[in-house]
C-alpha cells in the first residue's frame, strides 16, 4: 500500500504547474479584463484546456482524447483544483455524455460528437429530470414517437445545468408506454436549435440562476440521433450514474471549503478571543478535517478499484452520500463560526467574506438533491450494498 | 393549575394567522431580496397598529390590552410563520421597553399605534452577543452627555425614528434615545440574509439630555429576555408552517407510484420535527409563564426557549427543503424564504451556543 | 395559564409528605434490616401506600379508590418521586390492568379484581408480547380455542417483567384465526398457577433479570376471565396504552438522573479542572436540561388536556417519544462525563456512583424497545398527528 | 499509487476471522462477565502465538514477520469483531513498543512466542488521557531508582508478568521496566465493564535499575499512536461484525409481514453505518500508512482513526441493539458484548473529544 506518484507522474505534475502558471494567469487576465462575454471567455478556457492536453484524459486518442494513465487524471484534478483553475464549461458533456458515447454510442456518434466536447465547440445539457420524475426518474412522461426517420419528442424537462446556452442536449424519453417503466426509455441526442424547444431559467433557492426548464413541442430528432437501442435508454443512463458519483475531484473542492472556514476562524474575533479559540469550534473543525480525511482516502480506495479494473458499482453511492453531508456540515459551521454577523448580506458592512460563507452554505444543500437524492443513495446502499429487500415496489 | 391558552388567545393566534393570509405572502419577501430592504405597505402597517397587536400585552393604564407576555408571543408565532417581517416583534418588543421603563406616556402611545418605529440597538462589533458584551460607554456631563461608537445588527433600522442603544453608564448599563436625524448619527444598511431591515449605526459625538436615559441593569435584561422570547416564538412559527407546508406536500407528491410521505424516510423526519414542535411550544409558554410571574429561573427558560427553537427553526427548514426535492431548491417556492428567515434569527439576540451557556450558568449557580 | 397548586393540593401535599416521613422510613429500615424476602418487602410497601390512600387515585372508590383530583395525581406522583419512594411492585397491574376493567371489564370482574391490585394482594404480569411479534403485536400467534366454558390457550409470551412472580397475567390470545388479524383477539385474565404455564427468566443487556418468557400448553381459562367482548381484545388493550405513554412521573425521573449527573460532573476531577469546567461539558448539561424542561411543560399541557377531558391519543407518543431520547441522551452523556473512568466495573477502585451511571445507560436503552419502539412511535405520529399515509400494509 | 490490501493481507484478516469463529465466542466473553476476569484458554493463546500473529508487524531481524503495520491493524479489527479479548491488542502493542525501544532480543522473543505477557501502564488517577498528563516521577539515584505512585486502566494487568510503567525521568518520559512479582507492587483489578481486565497497580517504592529504563519521549509517542490505532481498529471491527449481525437479522426478521430490512427506518440506518464503516476503514488505512512513512500527519490521522471509530463503534452497537428490538436487550444475544466493548474501548488512550483536540492542535501548528 502506499500513495506515491512515479517519478514519471511527477514530471507530469511539474509540467502541468509550468503550464498553468502561463495559461492560467493568461485566462484571469482576460477574464478580468470586463469587456469580454464570461460564456464566450469559459470557452475559450476550456479550449486552452483541451488544446494542452488536459481534458479527456481518459478518452481514446481517436477522438481527441489523451489515454492518459489513472494516476496523471489524479494530478491534473489535484492541480486545477488547487491552482482554483475554473472548471471547463462543458462539464456535463465531459462527465456524463462523452463517457456514455464511448461505451455505447456508434462510430459515426463518437467521431462527431466527442471531439467537439472536448475543444468546448458544443456545449451540452442533460435532459433527464421532469416535474413528476425526480427521485422516481424512470417514471419520466416525456413522449417520443416514431415517425419515418425521426422522433416527435413532446413533454417538459426540469433541473437542466446550462439550459439557456447548451448546443446540445441528450435527453430521456420514454418511446414505448405500454412496457415496464424502465423498458420503454430511450436515450436521444438533441440540438437545442431544433424548433419546439422553449427554454426557461430556473432561478434557486441561492437566488442563481443555475438552472433551466425546457419543454418540447413537437421537436423533430433524427433517428441517428438515438445512443444505444431502442427502448435501451434507461441502462445506458445508469451506466455513467456510478462513474459520476465517484472519483476524487470533489475531495479538493471539499478541502478548500474547509480551508477557508479554517482561516476564516482564525482571523475573526469573537470578544477578546479569536473563533477558533473556543473549544467547540475546535472541535467542529476537526470532526470537518476528520470526515474530509476519511473521504480522500475513500476517494483512494475507489481509485486504487479503477486502476486494478474493478468497476465502481454501488459503493460509489457511499461517496457521494457522505460527501453532500460533509459540504452540507461545512456550510452549516460557517453559520456557527460566523457568530452574530452570519446573518449580514454581502456587500455591506461587516459581511464575511463577501457573502461567500453564505454562498457556500446554499449550494451545499444542492448536493443531496441533485444527482440522485440523499435518500435515494440510501436506498442504493441498502439494497445493493448491504443487500437488504428494497423498500418499495416500482 | 391549567396550562394552556385562554380562548381570547387562541382566537388571537387565529386572527393574526387569517390577517397575514390575506395580506401577506412569499413574493412580498422575494422582494426584500431582490430591492433590499423588505418593504410594508403604509396601510397593512397602519391596520397591524389599529388591530391593537404592539401593546396587547402592556396595561390597559399603559393603553395596551392587559393580556399576558405569551399573548404577543403567539402573535410574534403568528406573524414569523406568515413570514411577515420583524417589524412586528421589534415593535413589540419596543413597546414593553418603554412601558418597562417608564417612558412618556405620549411617546408610548405612538409607537403602540404605529406612528414611529422604534429600533433597539444592543449588539456592537465585537462578535459577542449580549448585554454582558456591551462596550459603548458615552462621555458624560451635567446635562447628559454624548455618545460616540457603533452598533450593529439592528433590527428595522432602516425604517426607525428613534433608537434606544444600551449603553454603560455609570451606574450600569441603561437605555439612551437617540433619534436617527441626530447629528452625529450615521445609518449603513447590512441587508440580512432573508432581505430584513438591519443597520449599522454610527455615532460620533452624539448629543443627549438626562431624561433621554432610560431604564436600568434590570430594565434590560427584562427587555433582552422578553425581546428573546418573540423571536424564539417566530422561529416556532416558521419551523410550524415548514412542517405544515411539507407535511402537505408529502401527502400529495408522488414517486414510485406512492406518496412520498408513505416513505419512512420522509414521515419519520416529519414525526421527528413535529415532536421538537412540541416541546418547542412547550418552552415557549413554560417561559412566557416563568418571565411573568418572575420566576428565578425566567431568564433560563428564555434561553432554554431560544436555544431550542434556533435549533428547531433550522432544521425545520433544512428538512423541508430537501424532502421537497429539486422543487425545494427554487426560488419559487417559500421553503427558501423560511429558511433565510430561521438562519437569520437563530444567530439574532443570541445562538445556540450562546443561550445554552446561560442556561448553564444557571446550572452551575448556588440557587439551582 | 398558571400552574399553581390550590390551598387545598398544598394542603393534601403537606399531609402526604408527613405521612412519607415515617412511612417511608419505616418501610426502609425493615427492607435494610436484610433478613427480608424483599418481594415480601415490596408488597407490604405497596399495602402500606394503598391504606395510606396514595394508591389509585384516579380509581373508583367503590373498588378501593380515592376519586382524587389531577392536581392530587400530581401532588402524589411529585412527592413519592422526589422522597425516592419505591414505586409499587404492583405497577403494571395498577397502571394498565386496572384502567383497562375499569373501562371494559364486567362489574364481577372490577369487584374480583380491581382492589386486590390496589393492596398488592395479587401481582400482575402482561401477555402481550411474542417471539414473531413484538412491534408488530397484532400478529400475535397464541391461541385460545373454546371448549366449553373454559378457553385452552397454547402458545409463547415474551418480554414478560415480573413473570416469576406474579399471580395472574392479562394475556392477548388469538380466538379467531381467520379474522383480519386485528378482528380475532381476545383479552383474558390468567391465573398463574393453572397447569400448563411454564416461566423462564430472561436475562436483559444489562445484566438484570426483569423479564420472562411464558409457555403456555393447553392452559385452561376459564370463560368469565375474557374482558369484553370476544374478539374484541385489540382495541381493548390499545386503548390503554395511550394512558401509559402520557403522565408527568417519567419526567421526575429524569430529573433525578439528571441531578446525578450534575453532582457528578461538579465532583469528578479532570486535569485540575473539574468536568463541568469543560466548555462541552456546560453545552451537554445545559442541551439537557433545556430538553427535560421541554417534556415537563409537556406534561403540563397533557395534563391540562386531561383536566378538560380531552383523551390524550396519538399525542401522547410524542411524549414517550422524546422521554425515551432523553433517557437514553442523559445515559450516555454519563460516559462523556465520566471519561477514562466510564469504563470502570461497579465495585472496583474508582469507579464511579457505583456502577449507577452504567446501570442508568443499560437501563435507557430499554426504554426506546419496550411500549412500542421508537420506530413505531414515529410511525404512529407520522400517520395519526400528521395524517401522512402509512407506511405499510398489514 | 495503490491503496488497497495486499493478497498476504486479506488471507491474514480471513484466517483470524476463520480462527475466532472456530475457536471463540460470545459465550466465553459472557463468561468474564460473571466472574471476572475473562478467560482465555491457555492452549488457545498458544496457538495465537504460534500462528505469529503477536510479532507479524516486527523486522524480520527482530524475529517477526515483516508485514507492515496494517496487517497487525487488520488482525486486531478481525479480534475485535469476533469479541477477542484485548490481549490481542495489548501484546501486539507490547512488542512493538519492544521493539522501539531497542529491548533486549530474548525478551522480545518471550513477547512474540507468548510466553510472557507485558502490561502497558500510562493512564494516572486524574481523570485525563495521553502522555501529557503523566506524572509519575520516580527517585532517582546512580544505578536506576524508586518509583511510588499509581497507574489505571492497565489492561490486561490480571494476566502480565511485566508492566512497562511510563514515567517523567529527567530526561522526559521513558518507559520503566516493573515485575508484577517486585516488592513494593499491588495490584488490584477494576473490572472493565466488558469483564475483561483492567488493573489498578499501585507502587510504593518499587527499585528499579537504570536497564529497566525503556525508551524516551519520541518512542512512547509512536507506541501510543500505534496502541491507539490498534484499538481503532477493533473498533472498525466490532462495527463491522455488529452490521454484519444487524443486516442478517433485518433480512430474517418478519413483522408486518414484511422483513425489517425493507423499513426504511431500518435500511436506512443500516446504510448508514455502511457508510460510516466504510469512512472508518479509509481512515485506519490512511493512519496506518502515515504511521509507516513516519508522515507528519502521523499523529493527526491516528486521532482522526480513534475519533471516529469510537463514534461508530457505540454508534453501531446501539444501533444495533435497537434494530434488534426485543432480542437485542437480551443477555443471550451478543450485541450487547459488542456494545460493552464498544463502549470500553472508546474510553481506552482517549475518547473523540480527546482526539479531536489532538486533530485540532495539528489544524492550528504552523506547519498545517
Known amino acids: ?394 | 393549575m391549567h396550562f394552556e391558552l385562554s380562548e381570547e388567545q387562541n382566537a388571537i393566534y387565529d386572527l393574526v394567522v387569517g390577517f397575514m393570509a390575506d395580506k401577506w405572502s412569499g413574493d412580498n419577501r422575494r422582494q426584500g431580496l431582490d430591492s433590499y430592504p423588505c418593504q410594508i405597505p403604509g396601510e397593512l402597517l397602519r391596520e397591524i397598529a389599529d388591530l391593537g397587536f404592539y401593546g396587547i400585552s402592556l396595561d390597559e393604564k399603559s393603553g395596551g390590552g392587559g393580556e399576558p407576555l405569551l399573548t404577543s408571543a403567539l402573535i410574534a408565532e403568528a406573524a414569523g410563520g406568515s413570514l411577515f417581517p420583524s417589524i412586528m416583534n421589534t415593535t413589540l418588543a419596543a413597546a414593553k421597553a418603554l412601558d418597562l421603563c417608564d417612558a412618556d406616556s405620549n411617546w408610548l402611545a405612538k409607537v403602540i399605534s404605529g406612528q414611529q418605529t422604534v429600533a433597539i440597538a444592543i449588539e456592537e462589533p465585537n462578535g459577542c452577543w449580549g448585554l454582558d458584551s456591551i462596550e459603548l460607554t458615552p462621555q458624560m456631563d451635567g446635562q447628559g452627555g454624548y455618545l460616540s461608537g457603533s452598533k450593529i445588527l439592528v433590527s428595522d433600522g432602516d425604517f426607525a425614528q428613534v433608537f434606544l442603544v444600551a449603553a454603560l453608564l455609570p451606574d450600569g448599563p441603561a437605555f439612551i434615545r437617540v433619534n436617527a436625524n441626530a447629528e452625529g448619527v450615521e445609518i449603513n444598511s447590512m441587508r440580512r440574509l432573508d432581505g430584513q431591515s438591519i443597520v449599522e449605526l454610527e455615532m460620533k459625538d452624539v448629543r443627549f439630555e438626562q431624561d433621554d436615559v432610560l431604564g436600568d441593569g434590570a430594565t434590560l435584561n427584562q427587555v433582552y429576555d422578553i425581546w428573546t422570547l418573540l423571536i424564539a416564538a417566530d422561529l416556532l412559527g416558521n419551523a410550524q408552517s415548514v412542517l405544515r407546508m411539507t407535511t402537505d406536500y408529502a401527502k400529495e407528491r408522488q414517486q414510485f407510484a406512492r406518496p412520498i410521505g408513505s416513505f419512512q424516510a420522509v414521515a419519520h423526519r416529519l414525526a421527528d420535527i413535529q415532536v421538537d414542535v412540541e416541546i418547542g411550544r412547550s418552552l415557549l409558554y413554560g417561559a412566557c409563564l416563568a418571565l411573568e410571574e418572575e420566576s428565578d429561573e425566567a431568564t433560563a427558560l428564555v434561553s432554554a426557549a431560544k436555544a431550542w427553537m434556533n435549533d428547531l427553526g433550522v432544521k425545520a427548514a433544512e428538512t423541508g427543503l430537501q424532502l421537497h426535492g429539486g422543487i425545494g431548491y427554487t426560488w419559487e417556492l417559500d421553503i427558501h424564504l423560511h429558511l433565510r428567515q430561521a438562519r437569520s434569527n437563530a444567530v439574532t439576540l443570541g445562538d445556540s451556543k450562546y443561550h445554552r451557556a446561560r442556561v448553564a450558568s444557571h446550572l452551575m449557580s448556588p440557587e439551582y
Chains 1, 3 share one sequence.
Not at chain 1, 195 to 206: D, H, S
Request: proline share 5%; with cysteine; aromatic share 8%.
Open chain 1, 1 to 394: 500500500m502506499d500513495l506515491k506518484f512515479s517519478p514519471q507522474d511527477e514530471q507530469y505534475r511539474e509540467r502541468l504547474r509550468a503550464w498553468l502558471d502561463v495559461n492560467l494567469k493568461q485566462h484571469q487576465a482576460v477574464s478580468k479584463a470586463g469587456d469580454v462575454d464570461p460564456v464566450q471567455a469559459a470557452r475559450d478556457w476550456q479550449k486552452t484546456l483541451c488544446e494542452g492536453g488536459y481534458l479527456g484524459l481518459s478518452w481514446p486518442r481517436e477522438y481527441g482524447g489523451q489515454e492518459a494513465s489513472l494516476t496523471q487524471q489524479v494530478v491534473v484534478s489535484e492541480e486545477l483544483a488547487r491552482s482554483g483553475a475554473p472548471a471547463p464549461i462543458n462539464t456535463i458533456g465531459i462527465s456524463i455524455l462523452g463517457p456514455t458515447l464511448i461505451q455505447h454510442g456508434s462510430e459515426e456518434q463518437k467521431q462527431r460528437y466527442l471531439p467537439k466536447i472536448l475543444n468546448g465547440e458544443e456545449l451540452w445539457c442533460q435532459g433527464f429530470s421532469e416535474p413528476g420524475a425526480g427521485s422516481d426518474l424512470a417514471s419520466l412522461q416525456t413522449r417520443a414517437i416514431e415517425d419515418g426517420d425521426h422522433f416527435v419528442v413532446n413533454g417538459q424537462k426540469v433541473w437542466t445545468s446550462l439550459g439557456m446556452i447548451a448546443d446540445w442536449c441528450f435527453l430521456l424519453v420514454r418511446t414505448n408506454p405500454d412496457a415496464l417503466k424502465r423498458e420503454g426509455i430511450s436515450y436521444l441526442l438533441c440540438n437545442m436549435k431544433t424548433p419546439g424547444i422553449t427554454v426557461r431559467p430556473l432561478r434557486n433557492a441561492g437566488g442563481g440562476s443555475h438552472f433551466c426548464e425546457m419543454f418540447f413541442d413537437d421537436v423533430r430528432i433524427p433517428r441517428e440521433n438515438l445512443v444505444g437501442e431502442l427502448n435501451g435508454g434507461w441502462r445506458i443512463a445508469r451506466s455513467t450514474l456510478d462513474n459520476e458519483r465517484s472519483g476524487l475531484s470533489g475531495v479538493i473542492s471539499i478541502e478548500n471549503n474547509l480551508d477557508r472556514l479554517l482561516n476564516l476562524s482564525t482571523s475573526l474575533n469573537r470578544g477578546k478571543e479569536r473563533a477558533i479559540d473556543s473549544d467547540s469550534v475546535q472541535q467542529q473543525l476537526a470532526q470537518l478535517w476528520i470526515e474530509k480525511e476519511g473521504l480522500k482516502y475513500l476517494g483512494f480506495r475507489n481509485l486504487s478499484d479503477q486502476i486494478a479494473n474493478r468497476p465502481p458499482g454501488p459503493a460509489a453511492s457511499v461517496g457521494k452520500l457522505f460527501a453532500s453531508r460533509l459540504r452540507q456540515k461545512i456550510g452549516k459551521a460557517g453559520f456557527d463560526i460566523a457568530g452574530p454577523l452570519a446573518q449580514v448580506g454581502k456587500k455591506s458592512p461587516h459581511s464575511i467574506a463577501r457573502g461567500r460563507l453564505q454562498a457556500m452554505y446554499f449550494d451545499s444543500l444542492g448536493y443531496s438533491i441533485g444527482g440522485g437524492t440523499s435518500e435515494i443513495m440510501q436506498n442504493i446502499i441498502a439494497e445493493k450494498v448491504l443487500g437488504l429487500p428494497r423498500s418499495y415496489e416500482d
